[in-house]
């Protein structure tokens, strides 16, 4: 596929970067959603701000769901990646459980909170726009309960008294972090990331419950 596709404008030949249009298009959706709301902001507003054309949004996204879909996505994944690297860094295989939380959720916050604005779209804007979107969601929180599942059985391992089914610790520890991130994106002045980190990780290890003394997760040492 050529980089650049040559489109016929009024007699006046003129080159369309996809690439480029998509780029520009994501920025609009980014900052009119934040600053307007999704419900508020139309294709022709989204294109007027990307200096595009309309014909040129529906090239690129089938609607404006599929432009905050993308939105999302974008901070989803840039959160999750950021997890995935902190668990292979220097350390964390020996470390205490508290500060291997405090350490994953650290990362994470890091990763979606650095836009405000992508944060407030990610967060906020997405929640209740339709059924596929509420579906979009369930989805990603079925990859962070998976995650976090893993975590807990790992602290369980180390001889942490995990509280009741950890089926259920797990989605309702997500449904919290999604629930104080949203508080995150609705506020004017936003709550500082180490706040959200120190929240996420106190209630993380309010639910796997404290290590037995003398395990490894108590003072951290081989892994289980």
């Known amino acids: 596929m050529v980089d650049a596709v040559v489109a016929l404008w009024d007699g006046v030949r003129a080159v369309r970067d996809p690439a480029r249009c998509r780029a520009q298009l994501m920025a609009a959706g980014r900052t009119l959603f934040a600053v307007y709301g999704y419900a508020r902001t139309s294709v022709e507003d989204l294109c007027a701000a990307a200096q595009v054309e309309v014909r040129d949004f529906h090239r690129e996204f089938e609607s404006r769901e599929a432009l905050l879909t993308d939105l999302y996505d ?97 989605k309702v520890l997500t449904r919290s972090v999604d629930e104080l991130l949203a508080h995150h994106g609705r506020r004017p002045r936003q709550v500082p990331p180490a706040w959200l980190t120190s929240e996420f990780t106190r209630l993380s290890m309010a639910m796997i419950g404290p290590a037995d003394e003398g395990s490894p997760g108590a003072s951290g040492g081989v892994t289980g």
């Open 74 to 170: 974008e901070v989803a994944m840039a959160g999750m990646q950021a997890a995935q690297a902190e668990l292979a860094a220097k350390g964390m295989e020996t470390c205490p459980t508290e500060e291997r939380v405090r350490r994953l959720f650290e990362a994470y916050v890091r990763a979606v909170t650095r836009d405000p604005q992508a944060a407030r779209v990610a967060f906020v804007e997405v929640l209740g726009v339709s059924p596929a979107m509420d579906a979009h969601l369930t989805m990603w929180r079925s990859v962070w309960v998976e995650f976090l599942t893993a975590e807990s059985e790992r602290a369980r391992l180390r001889g942490h008294g995990v509280d009741g089914d950890l089926a259920v610790v797990v």
